[in-house]
Structure formats: structure tokens, C-alpha cells
């Protein structure tokens, strides 16, 4: 099986320190998280930022001053750097055009959100025209990107999108399952269904790799699937603020440390910073 690409969604758009006072808001905070999650085994640090009041931001200047400190920080831990993949999506809300401008600083992974869907109590828009400009921005700056795909029908998406050839391979596939909205990962009852992430797997093209994101308390057993599969895993405290049942995770490197133990248990070697870009066909920092 190939060797496990864990990827942390560090501290997302929708959460703020009133659910935890464990959420990396400050650019110098998210540097210690990144690091953190980095050293417990993480090689993906999926990455929304946050503006001088701590609310979700997409202007460059921000992006700018979280990568930095990030980077600066893990070179001082003597740390392999770890793919940053930037947010496109923000917060619920965001116009597409703010969502797309930071893939002109040319980060080495973007997500791209396959469609539009209800939200919790909101609506996260991704119209085909959004998606085609997305696509054009993806392209024209050299980034990769991660299809986002919250439902079967994001799938069917992806395929559009390549038949009027405005995306192209690698497609890296990240099943975000457990939104309020989009697909559960269980058919009834509360426990993961194996034969639908089977499912979902087996729908996308060839040669696809694929992750999960499991929401809220589905991303531990969900992650635990994915290991098994042969699949990736995402974890972090946008996805999900608990260690266990009614404990805060205290960080990010606890959720990710977590899951190295479940692969170690399961027989699964991690992939190196190096080694998931060679997987992700990424060519550049
Ligand atoms: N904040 C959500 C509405 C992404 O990062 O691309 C969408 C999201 C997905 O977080
Ligand atoms: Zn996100």
C-alpha cells in the first residue's frame, strides 16, 4: 500500500477560540501548530488565515505573513517544510474572486471545491462558473490542486469540469464527509460505512489518489477507514475540536499524532514531506 500522506486543516473559517481556546488564530500560532503537527507527522498543512480582529481573511497581505512565519518557524525546528495548501473556499460567504486571488502567491496545493451545497444553515456557492474560473487561476499559476468532494454528485462535477477540458490530472481527492448538508459517512446508525467510501473511491478517474476529511466525530473512525483502504486522511481542528468524546484535542498535533499511532497499529508507513510530494506529483516549493 502506499505510504500515508496525513494532512492538518489547522484552524479553518467557521470556528473562533469561543469553541476553543486551542485554535491557532495569530500567524505566530499557526506557525507553532504547523510546526507542532509537522514534527507529530503531518506533511499537508491546509491553511485558511485570519486578519488583525481574527476574522477569516483571504487578502495576500495575510496569507503572506502565516506563510512566512510558518516556514521560519519549522527552519528553526530543523523540520522537512510541508506542503502548504492554501484555502480557496474561505468562509461561507466569500466571493469567488477574494477566494481566488492568494493562488497568485503560488502556493504548492490549493483546494477546489466541486459544488454548491447547503451548509449547516448556510449555502456554499460554487457555481460551474466559479469552478471554470478557478480553474483558470489554478492553471495559470502552476498550483495543484485538491478536488473537494462534500457528495456523489461533486464527483460527476469533476468529470464536467474534465470534458470541457479546463482540468487536467494529477486529481488528489479529499472526501469531506459529515457536513450538515453533503454526505454522511454511514448509511444508517452512527458508524462509518465502509462500502460507501469503497464507493466513492471507486467513481473517481484513474490514478487519482484520494483523503478523507471526517467532520466533527466521525473523522477519527473515518480515518481509521481510510488507513485501512488505502486512502489519506486529513485531520485538524477546523474538521473537528475533539480528542475523544467530550475532551478538547489540544492541538492539532495531538489529532495528527493520534492518527500515526492508528497506522503504526495498522501497519501503514507515513510519507515524508519529500515523499508526499513525489506522490502529489508536485514539482516546486
Ligand atoms: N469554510 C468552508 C465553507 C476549503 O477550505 O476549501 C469551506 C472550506 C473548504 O473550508
Ligand atoms: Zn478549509
Redesign the pocket.
Known amino acids: 500500500m502506499e505510504k500515508l500522506i496525513v494532512s492538518t486543516a489547522i484552524t479553518?473559517?467557521?470556528l473562533s477560540k469561543d469553541d476553543t481556546p486551542h485554535l491557532p488564530i495569530t500567524p505566530s500560532e499557526q506557525a507553532i501548530a504547523a510546526k507542532d503537527a509537522v514534527k507529530a507527522g503531518a506533511s499537508i498543512i491546509?491553511l485558511?488565515v485570519r486578519d488583525d480582529s481574527g476574522q477569516p481573511s483571504q487578502a495576500l497581505e495575510d496569507f503572506k505573513r502565516s506563510i512566512e512565519a510558518i516556514r521560519a518557524e519549522i527552519k528553526k525546528a530543523g523540520l522537512s517544510q510541508p506542503i502548504i495548501q492554501f484555502?480557496?473556499?474561505?468562509?461561507?460567504g466569500e466571493e469567488m474572486k477574494k477566494r481566488i486571488a492568494p493562488l497568485t502567491l503560488k502556493p504548492e496545493m490549493g483546494?477546489f471545491?466541486l459544488g454548491t451545497m447547503n451548509?449547516g444553515n448556510d449555502v456554499?456557492v460554487n457555481t460551474r462558473p466559479d469552478m471554470r474560473a478557478l480553474a483558470k487561476a489554478f492553471k495559470e499559476n502552476g498550483v495543484i490542486p485538491e478536488y473537494?468532494v462534500y457528495d456523489l454528485g461533486h464527483i460527476d462535477e469533476l468529470y464536467a469540469l474534465i470534458k470541457e477540458g479546463v482540468v487536467s490530472a494529477p486529481y488528489h481527492v479529499q472526501f469531506v464527509l459529515g457536513v450538515p448538508g453533503g454526505a454522511l459517512p454511514f448509511k444508517a446508525g452512527e458508524s462509518p460505512n465502509k462500502k460507501r467510501l469503497e464507493f466513492l473511491a471507486s467513481e473517481l478517474p484513474e490514478n487519482s489518489t484520494w483523503r478523507v476529511a471526517g467532520i466533527g466525530r466521525f473523522e477519527r473512525s473515518l480515518a481509521e477507514l481510510s488507513i485501512e483502504l488505502g486512502g489519506h486522511v486529513r485531520v485538524g481542528l477546523?474538521d473537528n475540536i475533539y480528542f475523544r468524546k467530550g475532551v478538547l484535542a489540544e492541538s492539532n498535533a495531538q489529532l495528527v499524532a493520534d492518527i500515526v499511532e492508528m497506522a503504526k497499529a495498522q501497519g501503514r508507513a507515513l510519507a515524508t514531506p519529500e515523499e508526499a510530494r513525489k506522490m502529489l506529483k508536485i514539482l516546486r516549493i
Open positions: 479553518g473559517a467557521e491546509h485558511h484555502s480557496t473556499g474561505g468562509a461561507v483546494s471545491n451548509f456554499f473537494e477546523e
